[in-house]
């Protein structure tokens, strides 16, 4: 059973903005940590962003510091990750994912216990 699910990809021209958004029931939401993946064909999951229970810190990879933020709202059960000045190596498939039970920010696929099946993000050039 889907119990995250991703939406806001679509293609997009180089230097264009898009805001992923990742729901969940709030059992999970409420006890989890959550984080933003994405991966290619041929390459593993690679992390991108984290953001602790709280949605006190966060951590975003090196190559998308300073263009992509990560937040939540507990209130709607909802993640986002705002990505600005995309670049065509961002076009990858993204997943959001949960880490139940956690507090802080994970950037391993191991720390995380729930995924959604992946919204598809396209940066043209």
């Known amino acids: 059973q889907v119990q995250l699910v991703e939406s806001g990809g679509g293609l997009v021209q180089a230097g264009g903005s898009l805001r992923l958004s990742c729901a969940t029931s709030?059992?999970?939401?409420?006890?989890?940590?959550m984080g933003w993946f994405r991966q290619v064909p041929s390459k593993k999951r690679e992390f991108v962003a984290g953001i602790s229970r709280s949605g006190g810190a966060t951590d975003v990879v090196d190559s998308a510091k300073d263009r992509f933020t990560i937040s939540r709202d507990n209130a709607k059960n909802t993640m986002y990750l705002q990505m600005n000045s995309l670049k065509p190596e961002d076009t990858a498939v993204y997943y959001c994912?949960?880490?139940?039970?956690?507090?802080?920010?994970?950037?391993?696929?191991?720390?995380?216990?729930?995924w959604g099946p992946g919204t598809q993000v396209t940066v043209s050039s």
């Open positions: 994912a949960a880490a139940f039970g956690s507090s802080g920010t994970y950037s391993s696929t191991r720390d995380y216990d729930y």
């Open positions: 709030g059992h999970i939401f409420s006890r989890s940590s």
